[in-house]
């Protein structure tokens, strides 16, 4: 996952426990692509050293204002014009105190002083320090400056203490610097996602359903999203609330997902299917609760399904079919199954989702998936480890894009021969 290709960020670590987590921070920022360059302040020397953070980021560290070598290299205002964001991590109740009085007076508070562009900072403290009103005080003043404030967390502190300060985690902060720099890769594009479970009506009160809580589906209109797409989520009945900028169009059963998914087509350049549809309903659900009294002696009562119309199956067969994406929950010889199923309902691609395990699939926070998606005659497959349904969804949405663009100029090359 490449969300910060090409873009240069300038860490300023400050003093205090939370600063060995810097060198994983560059790490991971590495990985999503970025080129990141550090400075230090005298106290973080004392928690970690530049040394380190030198051999991570593949730079030099500047820690002083008046180090004749490394302004040589790159003077403090062309290091602040350099970066596309100035990101503190961790940031100290002292270090925040001092650029909301503006001060200047070290290298770091310079920076931020000369910078023109997008900053950040990610605090980490003592409780008490972050609920001091001073501090209060001072992050809200440079929010309004501009500054981005990313956290903190709540929880144990390395002082023992338990209440909120704590740096987010570095995924978090990865998440939240990529959210700084939004793809535009889907601009222009309308995505519809079927997300969460459908309720299949045996009475007025009780109805068929399973376990599907949404969450894959909702984290896949969000990444649609970031990534400038006009996105309508049509949803079952789940607990989630809608991403912001996302169309929500509520329904409850199959037969009412069939209709808005098909009403959408026209309109819709890329189809993802995530839902739990429910396979059968009752052929005809009863007008009036069913009393126990209507059981016949033997004690059972029999209700007769039918099968639900397949919904992404009928809009890969529409004739101005968009790019579209299933998904197949297995339990067992799952990428086979799901094989089967981007042949049997003709899709561009499917998410083959291993629902086996309680860390995994229907109502966990992570996902263990494979995507299959065809290449010209070729289906490719990309195994992606167990990880949380926001990064399933945004490796999900650079699959399409890749695909999407390579599908628009295959059909380009062929139109123009
Ligand atoms: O056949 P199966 O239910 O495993 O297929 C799963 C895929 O098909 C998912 O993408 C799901 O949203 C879609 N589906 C559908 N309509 C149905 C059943 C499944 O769109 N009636």
């Known amino acids: 996952?490449?969300?910060?290709?090409?873009?240069?960020?300038?860490?300023?670590?400050?003093?205090?426990?939370?600063?060995?987590?810097?060198?994983?921070?560059?790490?991971?920022?590495?990985?999503?692509?970025?080129?990141?360059?550090?400075?230090?302040?005298?106290?973080?020397?004392?928690?970690?050293?530049?040394?380190?953070?030198?051999?991570?980021?593949?730079?030099?560290?500047?820690?002083?204002?008046?180090?004749?070598?490394?302004?040589?290299?790159?003077?403090?205002?062309?290091?602040?014009?350099?970066?596309?964001?100035?990101?503190?991590?961790?940031?100290?109740?002292?270090?925040?105190?001092?650029?909301?009085?503006?001060?200047?007076?070290?290298?770091?508070?310079?920076?931020?002083?000369?910078?023109?562009?997008?900053?950040?900072?990610?605090?980490?403290?003592?409780q008490a320090m972050w609920r001091n009103p001073a501090t209060a005080r001072n992050v809200v003043y440079i929010r309004t400056k501009g500054f981005l404030i990313f956290g903190p967390d709540e929880g144990l502190q390395a002082c023992g203490e338990v209440g909120p300060g704590r740096l987010l985690d570095i995924e978090g902060l990865v998440d939240a610097v990529a959210g700084v720099f939004p793809s535009q890769a889907l601009r222009g594009r309308h995505v519809v996602i079927t997300a969460g479970p459908t309720r299949e009506a045996i009475d007025p009160v009780r109805f068929i359903s399973n376990h599907s809580s949404g969450k894959q589906g909702y984290a896949l209109a969000s990444a649609a999203r970031d990534a400038e797409a006009r996105v309508t989520l049509i949803s079952g009945p789940t607990q989630l609330e809608a991403p912001d900028r996302v169309t929500r169009i509520d329904v409850i059963s199959a037969d009412d997902m069939y209709h808005a998914a098909i009403a959408a087509i026209d309109d819709c350049d890329i189809f993802i299917g995530v839902a739990a549809v429910a396979d059968y309903k009752p052929v005809l659900p009863a007008d009036q609760k069913i009393k126990k009294s209507d059981a016949p002696s033997n004690r059972s009562i029999t209700i007769e399904l039918i099968e639900n119309s397949d919904i992404i199956a009928a809009v890969a067969g529409h004739p101005e079919r968009p790019y579209t994406v299933g998904f197949a929950a297995e339990t067992q010889d799952v990428v086979q199954y799901a094989r089967g199923k981007l042949d049997k309902k003709n899709l561009d691609m499917i998410v083959a989702n291993d629902v086996s395990g309680s860390d995994r699939g229907f109502n966990s926070e992570n996902n263990q998936t494979t995507v299959l998606y065809r290449a010209g005659i070729d289906v490719r497959e990309e195994a992606l480890p167990l990880m949380s349904k926001g990064n399933v969804a945004r490796r999900i949405i650079e699959l399409i894009v890749e695909q999407t663009g390579a599908t628009q100029m295959a059909a380009l090359s062929e139109a123009s021969s």
């Not at 030099?60 to 204002?65: D, S």
């Open 1 to 126: 996952m490449t969300r910060l290709t090409n873009k240069r960020i300038l860490l300023g670590v400050t003093g205090g426990i939370a600063a060995y987590k810097s060198a994983e921070l560059i790490r991971r920022m590495q990985d999503e692509g970025a080129d990141v360059r550090v400075v230090m302040t005298a106290a973080a020397q004392e928690f970690i050293t530049p040394l380190t953070l030198q051999a991570l980021s593949g730079h030099p560290v500047a820690t002083t204002l008046l180090d004749a070598e490394t302004e040589s290299v790159m003077g403090h205002i062309e290091l602040a014009r350099w970066a596309d964001l100035i990101l503190i991590a961790p940031a100290s109740a002292d270090f925040i105190a001092r650029i909301a009085g503006g001060q200047g007076d070290d290298l770091l508070t310079t920076l931020c002083l000369a910078a023109d562009g997008a900053m950040a900072i990610a605090p980490a403290m003592n």
